[in-house]
């Protein structure tokens, strides 16, 4: 029986899986899931303010994950969800007092360690590394949406 996966494919597959686990274990060691790490990123790289939408759009994930996870966040606090004048459908998801000191005792440190990892690889190695991962999700999202779908 051949192999199905090839060795590089199943080895990016594995390391795709690792980068997420080191994430997901950061953000159950605080007492919060990888969606609520992911919100909370994203917050504190827009002033403690980022519309629901865009969270979805820049971050891959459902309106009914982001949803979800924010309606807890809230019963917990940490965030609050307003509207804009004129705008009742797009809510801007905005960290509390609560939220803030939230970031600031989880996310500083972890930015710090991203940095850090960062700043192993050489400048080239920082300067090719994103488009290549960029142009491989993009092709990858391309040939599975070429795959025929028949539900069972």
């Known amino acids: 029986m051949s192999k199905m996966i090839s060795e590089k494919q199943e080895a990016i597959n594995q390391v795709c899986e690792f980068i997420d686990d080191i994430y997901y274990q950061y953000a159950s060691s605080f007492g919060i899931t990888d969606t609520e790490l992911s919100i909370l990123y994203a917050l504190s790289e827009h002033d403690g303010e980022y519309l629901q939408s865009d969270i979805c759009r820049e971050w891959s994930y459902s309106l009914q994950t982001i949803h ?14 307003i509207c804009k004048a004129g705008n009742k459908k797009n809510k801007y998801i905005h960290l509390t007092a609560a939220g803030k000191k939230l970031v600031d005792s989880i996310m500083i440190p972890l930015i710090t360690a991203e940095e ?18 960029q142009k491989y999700a993009n092709a990858l999202k391309e040939s599975i949406g070429k795959i025929e779908r028949n539900p069972l």
């Open 68 to 81: 979800t996870t924010i309606k807890n966040m809230e019963k917990r606090g940490l965030i609050e969800l």
């Open 116 to 133: 850090e990892a960062l700043g192993m690889l050489s400048a080239e190695e920082q300067d090719i590394l994103l488009p290549i991962l």
